[in-house]
Every structure is written in C-alpha cells, then in structure tokens.
C-alpha cells in the first residue's frame, strides 16, 4: 500500500512571508504543488501533478531577498557553502534552489549575489513505493541497486523509501549530502529511514562513503544523485558492502553506461517513468 506524507508544509510557507500567505489563499492544496517557483517581476508559479499554474501575485526583487534571509534564519555568513553550491535544504527535506549573478574567485564560485529567482522543490515521503525492490536488496546475490530516471521521476523518493525497509532489518548508512532523504533537524531524521540507520547528514559523498566504511560497520550504503564516487565502489565491494544510488539519465542503456555499473559495483538497475515513483523497467547485470 502507498501511503503519502509531505513533513513541514505549513514552515515551508512560513519560509516565505507574504509569498507564503498568498500561496495558502489560493486554490491549490499545498499536497497537490511539487514546486514553487518565485522569479523577481513574475507572477508566483506553482507547479503540481496536474501542469504549471500562475497566480495573480508578482514577486518583487525585495522579497526574493527576504525569503533568502529567511531560509538562512537570517545568519547569511552561516550559509556560505550552500549560498555557494545554489540550494538550501530546508526544514522537512524541502530544497529551495536560486540563481543570480556568480561572484568567481580563482574561476570558481565563491557566493552567488543579486539572487533574482529561487524554486523550492516539495518533498514528500511516500511508503510503498520501493515494495517492488524488498525482495531484491536482500538476494544474496544482490551487490548493489542504481535507481535511475529523469528529474522529478521519483528517484528520492523511492531511495528514502527503500532506506526505511533496509533501515528496519539490516545496518545501513545513508550519506545525506543534501538533507533530502533524512531530512535531518538539529541532527534527527524526521523521515523514517529504519532504526538501524545512521545518518551523515550534510557529508560530501566521498567522505561519507569513506567514514562510513571505516566506523560504522554498514551492511548497505545508500546516497542520492551519484556522480564521480565510484573510486569508493571497490572498497565497499571489498568489505562485502552493498550499494544503493540513484542518478539522473534519460533511458535505462545510459544508466547502463555509467562508470558505477561498469565497475561492478551495480547488480541491479531499476529506471523510473510514467507516475511519481513508478518502476517502468528493471535490468540485472550479471
């Protein structure tokens, strides 16, 4: 059974202000947005399960400032590294992204200023959707799982999901670079991931996977959005530990492709298309 649960929607309005009020006296159910798109001079946009909506209710220059203050909880100087890399996590595993003009130093960015657009992606958390997946995690030929799709396909959710179901039987360690499956508070998952879970929240991959390894005995490993980690697949491998990612790629032969599957790290690909969250094609890698 699918079950739906979106954590701290009432603080993600309270995030924006006025912004915020006027997205609550709209039409639109805040369980039905996936995004929330503010761009300085434009109308507010909400983007739902069922297309993209306006509303009567243009963003101003100033309140784009505002609402980044206020993700910040008004500490800036606290926030540099995620002023940096373009995106805060905010209470409840929601991401709010922005842009604006980059400030370089060394050719690489040192902060971002004159900050003019920002889009808040809603996190939910579903149960049931990584069902399918149970059986095959605990095969005992099961080396690791890539969970693959387009953005906004579902693949965080599914993970998160599969953590929980991993979490409860098995040690797992979940290296939460951007605060999205956990969604850790002072340090406490408010999504359940499982009671034998450790969380590293906030942690580069890298050195999570690393730290992990070399002090938390896991069994599984899992993090979301995988990129240039897979110098850290042997050593997993090696220790007999087994790996959950996911990562974005248009069809199930690009996941196929991936350096992480090349290496043998992968014995399993699950692609997902259609609905949230939905496993539209499965491939196991001998």
Do not use: W
Not at 38 to 67: H, N, S
Not at 102 to 123: E, G, P, Q, W, Y
Not at 144 to 161: C, E
Not at 226 to 255: M, P, R, W, Y
């Amino acid at each position: 059974m699918v079950t739906a649960k979106i954590c701290g929607t009432d603080s993600v309005l309270t995030y924006l202000g006025a912004l915020g009020t006027a997205i609550s006296r709209s039409k639109y159910h805040i369980s039905d947005i996936c995004e929330i798109r503010l761009r300085a001079g434009q109308p507010i946009v909400l983007e739902t399960t069922r297309g993209r909506f306006p509303l009567d209710r243009k963003v101003t220059p100033e309140e784009i400032a505002d609402c980044i203050k206020s993700f910040c909880h008004y500490s800036l100087h606290s926030y540099e590294r995620e002023l940096r890399e373009g995106f805060i996590t905010l209470k409840g595993g929601h991401r709010a992204g922005f842009c604006g003009s980059a400030v370089l130093h060394d050719n690489r960015i040192d902060t971002i200023k004159n900050i003019s657009s920002i889009n808040i992606r809603i996190a939910r958390e579903i149960t049931g959707t990584a069902a399918p997946l149970e059986q095959t995690v605990f095969d005992s030929d099961f080396r690791g799982l890539l969970i693959a799709g387009r953005p906004m396909s579902g693949k965080t959710t599914v993970l998160r999901d599969l953590c929980r179901i991993i979490g409860n039987v098995r040690k797992l360690a979940v290296i939460d670079t951007r605060s999205e499956i956990a969604a850790a508070c002072n340090g406490h998952p408010q999504n359940d991931v499982g009671a034998n879970t450790d969380v590293l929240n906030g942690y580069p991959r890298s050195e999570g996977i690393e730290i992990a390894l070399r002090t938390l005995s896991p069994e599984y490993i899992a993090c979301d959005e995988i990129t240039g980690e897979s110098d850290f697949t042997a050593l997993c491998l090696n220790a007999g530990v087994k790996l959950i990612f996911t990562v974005h790629c248009g069809n199930i032969k690009q996941a196929q492709s991936t350096p992480l599957v090349t290496s043998g790290a992968i014995s399993h690909i699950a692609f997902l298309g259609g609905k949230l969250g939905q496993i539209t094609e499965r491939l196991v890698i001998k």
